[in-house]
């Protein structure tokens, strides 16, 4: 068996659920020949953990050399893991042009116009493009697409879907560069890209037009006025007001915030990693409430809450032969600390099947292992042991395809906030997708 060749663009904070499995679990199924980055010390970061593992150093390339390391490397498949999102699709496009296929973060991009340009190179190309949707791939949300491609509760005509970000989780978004929505497309992109993903693929359609009201009212400058915080700083760092905010988070506690952040700003470009949540110059919403038609007729209720005080999801799917719920609390977590990604906690984690005219059956939830509820495991067994990995009716490996779906329910939605007017996905996007 041949080992297939990876290289990896961008190494902040995401790098970690590609290159720590490559340098370990799969250490000898998988060639790991490169890793590029706008900054010199995030690279070196990763190879010094790297070698604490035995693994040895891998080769570093800075962005402008992306294609020499492509030439010289000569990789299979490039792994796409950049932040800003909005920089993923020149990547993406340019490793597809050079004979390479595609692994990416989520989400795919962060605009219809790179949207295009993405299945225009795949169509040109032939080349295969994986959008990493690992929430998928945890095994309750599985569970529940395994329930309705039953038909346990007939044709699905209505979802009602709410999703909590806590104030660990969800305000770390404002800190970064997320906070500026061409970087992310906002949140209703960056995030909810893969909640309407799991929406989509749960009822097997295609999003048609989007209607969505939106609001910042938590993370501004008046609440740090109301929580006595008016003095704060630029970022935490150093912040005056530090010691009574509860947002605080110190940037030189823990040996990856601090490597792969703090010390990486004497390199450029000018990181700063900890910025203040209640800064003016945030242009993300942290309220968002969309509606959703489908092809099919099924209609998405939605709301994205970012400053909850708990993390998790309650869905509940209506068809015509009863109703299923499913509710999910997850653990905390900020990118960069180290803990678990998406965790669940399975004691306050629940699927219950209502059939018409019947009582409530609680359903075991499964539950594994892993980031993002067990999914990140069997995704990167997927992507670096493929030729073992086993069949999967659920078809939950995500291309080209299902990434434009999900990000343009997102860009319809921004849209019609701009707007004030319902958007229709294929007029914005301009063309249908190929199947993957």
């Excluded at 030189?252 to 910025?275: A, N, S």
């Amino acid at each position: 068996m041949s080992m297939k060749r990876f290289v990896q663009v961008g190494m902040g904070g995401r790098a970690g659920m590609f290159c720590d499995p490559m340098t370990d679990k799969y250490k000898d199924t998988v060639d790991f020949v490169g890793i590029c980055d706008l900054n010199q010390g995030r690279m070196d970061y990763w190879n010094r953990e790297f070698k604490k593992k035995g693994y040895g150093e891998v080769p570093t390339y800075l962005a402008e050399d992306f294609d020499r390391m492509i030439a010289e490397k000569k990789p299979d498949t490039v792994i796409v893991t950049t932040g800003p999102d909005a920089t993923h699709s020149e990547y993406i496009c340019r490793a597809m042009e050079l004979g390479c296929d595609v692994v990416t973060e989520k989400p795919m991009t962060t605009d219809e116009v790179s949207c295009r340009e993405i299945l225009e190179t795949v169509e040109k190309t032939g080349r295969d493009l994986q959008v990493t949707f690992n929430y998928r791939y945890a095994l309750p949300r599985s569970q529940v697409k395994r329930i309705l491609m039953e038909g346990a509760i007939g044709e699905i005509l209505s979802v009602d879907f709410k999703w909590m970000l806590d104030t660990r989780h969800g305000a770390d978004y404002f800190r970064r560069w997320h906070r500026y929505r061409d970087n992310s497309g906002s949140l209703l992109v960056h995030k909810s890209t893969h909640h309407f993903d799991l929406v989509n693929w749960w009822l097997d359609d295609i999003p048609e037009n989007v209607f969505c009201h939106a609001s910042r009212k938590f993370y501004t400058p008046q609440q740090a006025v109301e929580r006595g915080l008016q003095d704060h700083g630029e970022r935490c760092l150093g912040c005056p007001v530090k010691d009574k905010c509860q947002f605080y988070i110190d940037i030189t506690d823990g040996d990856r915030l601090r490597e792969l952040y703090l010390d990486c700003e004497k390199y450029p470009p000018h990181y700063i990693r900890d910025k203040c949540v209640f800064a003016d110059d945030i242009e993300i919403w942290d309220n968002e409430s969309v509606s959703v038609r489908y092809r099919n007729g099924a209609i998405l209720s939605y709301m994205l809450h970012n400053y909850s005080p708990y993390e998790g999801y309650r869905i509940a799917f209506n068809g015509t032969k009863g109703r299923l719920e499913h509710a999910c609390c997850e653990n905390s977590y900020m990118s960069g600390d180290e803990t678990v990604q998406g965790d669940i906690v399975k004691d306050k984690t629940t699927i219950t099947l209502i059939p018409e005219f019947e009582e409530p059956r609680e359903i075991e939830v499964e539950i594994s292992e892993g980031g993002h509820g067990g999914g990140d495991p069997i995704i990167q067994a997927e992507i670096f042991d493929a030729e073992n990995a086993p069949a999967d009716p659920l078809k939950r490996k995500a291309g080209h395809r299902d990434g434009a779906y999900s990000i343009m329910v997102g860009i319809a939605a921004y849209k019609s906030v701009d707007s004030g007017e319902a958007v229709s996905v294929s007029e914005v996007l301009g063309k249908e997708p190929v199947e993957n």
